[in-house]
Nanobody
Framework: QVQLVESGGGLVQAGGSLRLSCAAS????????MGWYRQAPGKQREWVAR???????NYLDSVKGRFTISRDNAKNTVYLQMNSLKPEDTAVYYC???????????????WGQGTQVTVSS
């Protein structure tokens, strides 16, 4: 089994900062991509940031320059540093990983349980 466990959400005022963490555990051979998605009430889930095994990253346009994704390969952990938060960043944030459990299995998607981020104006 593979588990993704998120932490770090909470309530913050506009302009403030939060840092989310997501640790992957279980039987893992390799992780291709780790990233963050979010879903606001009444909206579809959208991707926010991704960290590829190559070391490259990409971001949703609306968070560029404010959010930074990083990864600790030794700990199978990904972080999302969120600065200059805005009320429109309010959402449940989900960790996602595309990973192989063994050398012979195909990559598959795994999700965390989600962590609430609320930004007050």
């Amino acid at each position: 089994q593979v588990q993704l466990v998120e932490s770090g959400g909470g309530l913050v005022q506009a302009g403030g900062s939060l840092r989310l963490s997501c640790a992957a555990s279980g039987t893992i051979f390799s992780i291709n991509v780790m990233g963050w998605y979010r879903q606001a009430p009444g909206k579809q889930r959208e991707w926010v940031a991704r960290f590829y095994s190559s070391g490259s990253t990409n971001y949703l346009d609306s968070v560029k320059g404010r959010f930074t994704i990083s990864r600790d390969n030794a700990k199978n952990t990904v972080y999302l540093q969120m600065n200059s938060l805005k009320p429109e960043d309010t959402a449940v944030y989900y960790c996602n990983a595309l990973l192989q459990r063994t050398r012979s299995t195909l990559p598959d998607n795994y999700w965390g349980q989600g962590t609430q981020v609320t930004v007050s104006s």
